[in-house]
């Protein structure tokens, strides 16, 4: 390559800030150019050439596009990749993926992400079976769980039985503190049925004490616990 060319290379890379590794590589790509404007035009080449300026500015511009991708589709520094962060199920049924596992960082958009699918693990999961630090589902497990059949979580509430730190269930519910429109064991238990050390109901049986008239429900209806209440 003649000097002049390998000058036109230099003033280039001076304009252009950034690392040298990066910088080592716009050499090889910006030599592989001007080597081809020269095959092509031979002598005349340089005039086919553009101003370094607007050279360097457009590598620049091409830089400030490559980081910004970068920040969208990698994972940011909070979050270190180990092993299996995000994992969709090709298979659907009624267009919902079989399984999605997610730490609640989306690579293809850079943004947070909820766990939906049949089985739905992320921290914010929603799914028929779901678990996550909020999860909703048929059946869920969570920090926050929100449940149709059954609900198991520090905060638990479910339309069918919940068990949690609290626990709200209609048919029953136990945790340290159990509301129920059905039965209710816990510390506190309030339901039709409640059984605990403080208890609101129609029938209840407080634990310590042994009081209570929650045997007669039992007696007519699960005959088969009432060894519990000797």
């Given at each position: 390559m003649l000097a002049q060319y390998k000058n036109y290379i230099e003033e280039v890379l001076e304009i252009i800030e950034t690392d040298p590794k990066t910088k080592e590589k716009i050499r090889q790509s910006l030599t592989e150019h001007v080597d081809a404007i020269v095959e092509r035009y031979g002598s005349l080449?340089?005039?086919?050439l553009d101003e370094?300026?607007?050279?360097?500015?457009?590598?620049?511009?091409?830089?400030?596009t490559d980081n910004v991708q970068k920040d969208?589709?990698?994972?940011?520094?909070?979050?270190?990749?180990r092993g299996i962060h995000r994992k969709i199920s090709?298979?659907?049924?009624?267009?919902?993926?079989?399984?999605?596992i997610t730490d609640g960082y989306n690579p293809e958009t850079g943004e947070f992400e909820v766990a939906k699918g049949f089985f739905a693990i992320g921290p914010v999961a929603l799914g028929v079976?779901?678990?996550?630090?909020?999860?909703?589902?048929?059946?869920?497990?969570?920090?926050?769980?929100?449940?149709?059949?059954?609900?198991?979580?520090?905060?638990?509430?479910?339309?069918g039985g919940a068990i949690g730190?609290?626990?709200?269930?209609?048919?029953?519910?136990?945790?340290?503190?159990?509301?129920?429109?059905?039965?209710?064991?816990g510390g506190y238990a309030s339901g039709h049925v409640a059984?605990?050390?403080?208890?609101?109901?129609?029938?209840?049986?407080?634990?310590?004490t042994g009081e209570g008239n929650a045997i007669e429900w039992f007696k007519r209806y699960m005959p088969y616990l009432t060894r519990y209440f000797k």
């Amino acid at each position: 390559m003649l000097a002049q060319y390998k000058n036109y290379i230099e003033e280039v890379l001076e304009i252009i800030e950034t690392d040298p590794k990066t910088k080592e590589k716009i050499r090889q790509s910006l030599t592989e150019h001007v080597d081809a404007i020269v095959e092509r035009y031979g002598s005349l080449a340089s005039s086919y050439l553009d101003e370094p300026e607007k050279v360097a500015m457009e590598f620049m511009d091409n830089l400030k596009t490559d980081n910004v991708q970068k920040d969208v589709y990698e994972y940011p520094w909070w979050l270190k990749k180990r092993g299996i962060h995000r994992k969709i199920s090709k298979k659907k049924i009624l267009n919902i993926p079989l399984y999605h596992i997610t730490d609640g960082y989306n690579p293809e958009t850079g943004e947070f992400e909820v766990a939906k699918g049949f089985f739905a693990i992320g921290p914010v999961a929603l799914g028929v079976v779901s678990c996550g630090g909020a999860a909703t589902g048929i059946i869920s497990f969570g920090g926050i769980s929100l449940g149709l059949l059954l609900s198991l979580g520090g905060v638990s509430v479910a339309l069918g039985g919940a068990i949690g730190g609290f626990a709200m269930g209609g048919l029953f519910a136990l945790g340290g503190a159990a509301i129920s429109y059905g039965l209710a064991f816990g510390g506190y238990a309030s339901g039709h049925v409640a059984i605990g050390d403080v208890t609101e109901g129609k029938y209840f049986f407080h634990i310590k004490t042994g009081e209570g008239n929650a045997i007669e429900w039992f007696k007519r209806y699960m005959p088969y616990l009432t060894r519990y209440f000797k």
